[in-house]
C-alpha cells in the first residue's frame, strides 16, 4: 500500500508546517486551481508515528513493541518528581529541595541522553559529580515507575520507533512504500538521533534534502542603534508601517531573539498602528494583519484565569485574600452580569469592614448583610453557598483526577462558567483548548494515582501554564512576528531583526548541571559550549542575512543605565542610529488641538436641602485644593480601601482616643491623678484599655486574634503611661468633657463635630484638645490665610464662641514622641506652648497683636472658606503638593495635565500672549 506520495516536507516546527500547508493552498488559489492534492507536510514525530502505526496495523511489529500510554509533558514531569522524591526521601535535607526544578533539569538532562545519544556507559565513571549520580539513580527510578504503568516518555518513544524501523526495515519497506524523497525543512540543527534515521531512510532509497530558505545574493544589510528596546519596537513598527504604505501587499518579518520579553509591547504597538479600531471592545477580534508565532500560555487568557480562580477557592479552605476577592467579584466570566454593580458595592464594603483575609464563610456573611441593606445579590450567594458546600463535601476527599474534572466542570456548570453571555471567536477557541486540558488529565489516573482536591487544581494549573495557544489568525497575513531560530514559510520581502545585544545573540553557555560538561561540550550539545552557540548562532545568521532583499539589524544602546553592546555577529560597517519612530495611541490622542477653552472651576451651590459631608475634613481639603473638598466631599468620590491583617492605622487611632476619653472620664482631674499611686494607675488604664479593647471587638465585623490585642494593650500602656508623666507637668485643671458633640451651620453649611477634650484651668479658662498620633503635627497654618488644619480653630471660634478659651493645642501622643503643640493667651498654660505675647519675630503668629486679633482672623478665614464651598467654588489650585499625599481623589485632579496647562500658558506669556 502507499502510505504518501513520492515526496514529503518534514518541518522543525508545527507552525512551519500549517505555514507550509497555508502557503502551498494560497499557491494553488492563487492558480485559479480549484482542487488538488493537498501538501505533505509533517513534523518529524507526527510522520515516525503515522509510519509506525500502519507498519503496526499490517502486523509488521510485535504486538507489545511500543507501550500503551505516551506521557504527556506534565504525567512525565509528575513521573520524574515522584522518582526524585523516593530517592532522596531520607535525605537530611529532603523539605529543601525544590523538586520541580530538580525534575525539571533531570527532563533535559535525559533528553539530551537520548537525542545525542549520550550512552550510560559514557557517563556512568569513577570521577562523576554527586549530581550527576543522583540524576542516575532519578532516572532510573523513572524507568521502574515507567515500566510499571506501561508508559514511555516522548524522547524515548522517538528513539524506540528509530530503533524499530531499523530493525524491522525489511519488512516496512517490503509493505510500505516509502517516500521517495524528503525534504527538510527548518532544521538549524539536526541531533545525531534524527542523522540515524536519515542516514536509515538513505538506505532504504530516500533521497534525503535539506531545503535552504530563500536565499537572496545580494541582499541590502542596514544595522540601526536604539537608545533602549522600547525605541527599537516603535522603530520597527514605524518601518513596518512605511514598508506597507509603500507595498500593501509586502510579505515582513519582524524577529527578535527575546519575543517573549517584548511580545506584548509589540502587539500593543502593531494594534495601535494599524489597528486602533481594536480598542472598542466589540471589535477587539478584528482580524490583524500580524500574526505571532509565540502565544501565550492557557493561564493568561481571561476566561481560562476566570476557571482557575474558581477551583483554586473551591479546592482549599484556606483563608481568602482581598486582592484575590476583588478580580473574583469582578470577573464577567460566572454567576449573574446584571449584579456586577452589587459585587463592586460588596468589594468596597469588605475592603472597608474586614481584615486583609478571612473565611469564604466571612464573606457569605458580608454578601447577605449588604444584600438586607439592599443590594442585588441573589445569585452571587448561591454560587458562594456552592462552593462552600463543595469545599464541605469534597475538601477531604482523595479521588482519581478524572473524578476531580468531572466535579470540577460540574461545579463550573452550576456557577454558569463562560454562560453570563454568548462567546466570542477568540474566548470559544480558548474555552475549548481549557477543555480539551481537562480532558487531557482525565487518561492520567493511573500516574498521579488518588490526590486531594487542591493538588488536582494545581495539576490543572501546571498544564495550563504549560500549554501554549493563541486564537486562530484570520486576517490577511502581512507582517510575521518570529523567534530568530523559526523559518518562516512565506518568501519575505524585508525583514527586521531586533534586540540584537550580545546578552541576547548569541544564546548564552547554558550547561545542563546533571551530565559531565566535558561530556556536554564534547559531544556539542545545544548550549554546552561558547563555540557551539557561536558555531549555532553563525548558521543561523547566515540563514537570516539571506532571507530577505532587505534585511534591517538593530539594537539598543541602555537598558535603564546600563551601556549595551551589538551582538559580536554584526558585522556593522555602517551604523544608522533611529530617527523614524511610531507614536502610542494614547500619545497621538494627546497631541495639541484646537480646543475652546472653559473656566470650569466654579461648581453648582449648595442648595438649600443639600447634605454636604465631612465636617472638619471638608474645611480642610477646601482650603488645600477646592476641587479635592468637591470631588470627596459633594460628589462623594473615594478610593477603595485596602484592609490589614490586625488594627490599621485609623483604627488603632481611634482605640487611643477611646482609651483617653474613659481614662479622664473616670480620672476627673489633674488632682486625682497626682494621688494615684503607681500600682492604681497602671490598673486605671488597664480597666480603660480593656473596655476600649471590647467596645472595638464588638463594633468590628472581623476577628482579631487575641496575639494582636495583648500586643495592642502593651502598645496602649505605654503611650499612656508617657502621656500622663507629661500631663503631670500641667497646672490644675478639670476635664470639663470628652468626645463632646456639636452640630453648628457655618454661613448656610451644618457641621458635627466632636471635641477630643475640653479641660477648665483653675482661674475659669478653657483648654481646647485635639489628639494625634501621626508622625508629622505642626500648628503653624493657624497664621496663614488658608487654615490647613482647621480642627482647633473651628472647635474655638464657632462651636466654643462665647467660652473663654485660653489654650488650643494638639496632643502629639507617639511611642518616638510625646509634646503638646499649639499656642496659648497666657504663659504657662501647658508645657513647652508658646504664649502668643511672647512668639518671636520669626513666627507666623508675631503679625498678631492679641489674643482676640488671632481670633477674629480664624473666624474671617472659616467663614471665607464655608463661602467658597457653599458658591462651589472647585478650583484646581494647591499652595504644596506635599498636601495632597493623602487625596483619595489624586486621579480626578489631573496633575500632569494641569501642569502642561501651566507650562504653557507660561510659554505665552514669554511670548506676548502668543501660544
Not at 482 to 492: F, I, M, R, S
Request: net charge negative; glycine share 2%; hydrophobic share 45%.
Amino acid at each position: 500500500m502507499s502510505l504518501t506520495p513520492h515526496t514529503i516536507t518534514i518541518c522543525a516546527t508545527a507552525r512551519l508546517v500549517r505555514g507550509v500547508l497555508a502557503q502551498h493552498q494560497h499557491q494553488q488559489l492563487e492558480s485559479g486551481i480549484s482542487q488538488w492534492q493537498s501538501a505533505q507536510a509533517y513534523t518529524l514525530q507526527q510522520w515516525l508515528d503515522e509510519l509506525i502505526s500502519h507498519a503496526s496495523l499490517l502486523g509488521l511489529l510485535p504486538i507489545d513493541a511500543l507501550p500503551a500510554l505516551t506521557l504527556s509533558a506534565i504525567a512525565e514531569s509528575h513521573l520524574w518528581e515522584q522518582s526524585i522524591e523516593s530517592c532522596l526521601a531520607k535525605h537530611e535535607a529532603a523539605a529543601l529541595f525544590d523538586i520541580r526544578s530538580m525534575a525539571k533539569s533531570a527532563i533535559e538532562a535525559n533528553n539530551l541522553m537520548l537525542n545525542w545519544e549520550l550512552a550510560e556507559a559514557d557517563i556512568n565513571h569513577d570521577f562523576i559529580t554527586q549530581e550527576t549520580r543522583q540524576f542516575l539513580r532519578w532516572r532510573h527510578t523513572f524507568e521502574d515507575f515507567c515500566t510499571k504503568q506501561n508508559a514511555i516518555e516522548s524522547a524515548r518513544l522517538t528513539a524506540l520507533q528509530i530503533a524499530l524501523f531499523a530493525q524491522f526495515q525489511q519488512q516496512i519497506i517490503r509493505e510500505l512504500a516509502l517516500p521517495t524523497h524528503i525534504q527538510l525543512a527548518g532544521f538549524d540543527r539536526i541531533t545525531p538521533l534524527e542523522a540515524r534515521l536519515f542516514e536509515l531512510l538513505k538506505d532504504c532509497g530516500v533521497k534525503i534534502e535539506v531545503l535552504a530558505s530563500n536565499t537572496h545574493i545580494q541582499t541590502d544589510v542596514q544595522y540601526l542603534a536604539a537608545m533602549d528596546a522600547h525605541s527599537e519596537c516603535r522603530a520597527a513598527v514605524a518601518w513596518a508601517q512605511q514598508k506597507l504604505t509603500e507595498n500593501p501587499k509586502a510579505q515582513l518579518a519582524i524577529i527578535s531573539p527575546a519575543l517573549g520579553s517584548i511580545r506584548r509591547e509589540l502587539a500593543d504597538l502593531l494594534d495601535d498602528t494599524f489597528h486602533s479600531e481594536t480598542l472598542d471592545s466589540s471589535l477587539y477580534e478584528t482580524p490583524r494583519c500580524y500574526d505571532f508565532s509565540l502565544g501565550l500560555a492557557l493561564t493568561e487568557y481571561a476566561i481560562v484565569h476566570s476557571a482557575l480562580q474558581l477551583l483554586r477557592l473551591a479546592a482549599s479552605k484556606a483563608d481568602l485574600i482581598f486582592d484575590e476577592v476583588t478580580p473574583l467579584l469582578q470577573d464577567v466570566y460566572w454567576g449573574n452580569q446584571q449584579e456586577l454593580d452589587a459585587r463592586a458595592q460588596l468589594d468596597a464594603h469588605l475592603r472597608r469592614n474586614m481584615n486583609a483575609s478571612y473565611h469564604l464563610e466571612s464573606l457569605i456573611k458580608q454578601a447577605s448583610k449588604l444584600q438586607t441593606n439592599g443590594a442585588t445579590l441573589d445569585e452571587l450567594l448561591e454560587n458562594l453557598t456552592q462552593i462552600s458546600r463543595f469545599q464541605n463535601q469534597q475538601n477531604k476527599q482523595r479521588q482519581v483526577i478524572s473524578a476531580w474534572v468531572a466535579a470540577f466542570v460540574q461545579l463550573l456548570d452550576e456557577l454558569h462558567w463562560a454562560k453570563t453571555r454568548s462567546l466570542t471567536s477568540h474566548e470559544f477557541q480558548t474555552q475549548q483548548a481549557f477543555l480539551k486540558c481537562l480532558k487531557e488529565l482525565n487518561g492520567l489516573d493511573a500516574i498521579f494515582g488518588n490526590v486531594s482536591a487542591s493538588v488536582a487544581v494545581q495539576k490543572i494549573t501546571e498544564l495550563c501554564n504549560a500549554t501554549m495557544f493563541q486564537a486562530e489568525a484570520k486576517g490577511d497575513i502581512r507582517i510575521q512576528i518570529l523567534g530568530l531560530l523559526e523559518t518562516p514559510a512565506v518568501q519575505l520581502d524585508a525583514v527586521w531583526a531586533l534586540n540584537m545585544n550580545d546578552q541576547h545573540w548569541p544564546p548564552a553557555v547554558k550547561l545542563n548541571p546533571l551530565l559531565p560538561a566535558d561530556l556536554q561540550r564534547s559531544r556539542g550539545t545545544p548550549n554546552a559550549s561558547a563555540a557551539v552557540q557561536s558555531q549555532f548562532a553563525s548558521l543561523v545568521h547566515q540563514r537570516l542575512i539571506s532571507c530577505a532583499p532587505e534585511v534591517i539589524f538593530s539594537y539598543a544602546t541602555k537598558e535603564d543605565e546600563r551601556e549595551l553592546r551589538p551582538s559580536p555577529l554584526l558585522d556593522i560597517q555602517e551604523v544608522i542610529y533611529t530617527s523614524n519612530t511610531i507614536q502610542t495611541l494614547a500619545e497621538c490622542l494627546a497631541q495639541p488641538a484646537t480646543l475652546q477653552l472653559l473656566d470650569d472651576f466654579i461648581a453648582p451651590t449648595v442648595l438649600a436641602d443639600e447634605n454636604v459631608r465631612g465636617g472638619v475634613n471638608l474645611f480642610a481639603t477646601q482650603a488645600k485644593c477646592p476641587a479635592w473638598a468637591f470631588y470627596q466631599y459633594r460628589l462623594g468620590a473615594a478610593k477603595l480601601e485596602t484592609p490589614v491583617d490586625g488594627l490599621d492605622t485609623m483604627s488603632r487611632g481611634s482605640l487611643l482616643h477611646m482609651v483617653l476619653q474613659l481614662f479622664w472620664q473616670d480620672c476627673k482631674t489633674l488632682s486625682n491623678l497626682k494621688s494615684f499611686s503607681e500600682t492604681l494607675l497602671i490598673e486605671k488604664i488597664d480597666d480603660a484599655i480593656e473596655k476600649s479593647v471590647q467596645a472595638l471587638s464588638a463594633e468590628i465585623s472581623y476577628h482579631i486574634p487575641p496575639q494582636v490585642l495583648q500586643i495592642e494593650r502593651n502598645r496602649l500602656r505605654q503611650l499612656m503611661q508617657a502621656w500622663l508623666t507629661l500631663e503631670l507637668e500641667r497646672a490644675d485643671f478639670v476635664v470639663d468633657a470628652c468626645e463632646k458633640k456639636f452640630e453648628l451651620e457655618v454661613e448656610g453649611l451644618k457641621l458635627n463635630l466632636s471635641i477630643d477634650r475640653i479641660d477648665k484651668l483653675a482661674e475659669g479658662g478653657l483648654v481646647v484638645i485635639d489628639y494625634k498620633t501621626s508622625t508629622v503635627v505642626s500648628s503653624s497654618s493657624w497664621a496663614e490665610d488658608r487654615i490647613t488644619e482647621p480642627q482647633l480653630p473651628i472647635y474655638v471660634v464657632l462651636a466654643l464662641k462665647y467660652e473663654q478659651v485660653v489654650a488650643v493645642s494638639f496632643a502629639k501622643i507617639r511611642s518616638d514622641e510625646t509634646k503638646f503643640i499649639g499656642l496659648s493667651a497666657e504663659p504657662d498654660v501647658l508645657p513647652k506652648v508658646t504664649a502668643l505675647e511672647k512668639v518671636t519675630k520669626s513666627s507666623a503668629f508675631y503679625e498678631f497683636p492679641d489674643w482676640d486679633a488671632l481670633l477674629e482672623h480664624w473666624y474671617t478665614s472659616l467663614t471665607n472658606i464655608a463661602q467658597e464651598i457653599k458658591t462651589g467654588v472647585a478650583h484646581m489650585t494647591m499652595s504644596n503638593e506635599a498636601d495632597l499625599i493623602y487625596c483619595d481623589v489624586k486621579p480626578l485632579l489631573r496633575l500632569p495635565e494641569r501642569l502642561l496647562q501651566f507650562e504653557n500658558m507660561q510659554v505665552a506669556l514669554k511670548n506676548g500672549g502668543n501660544a
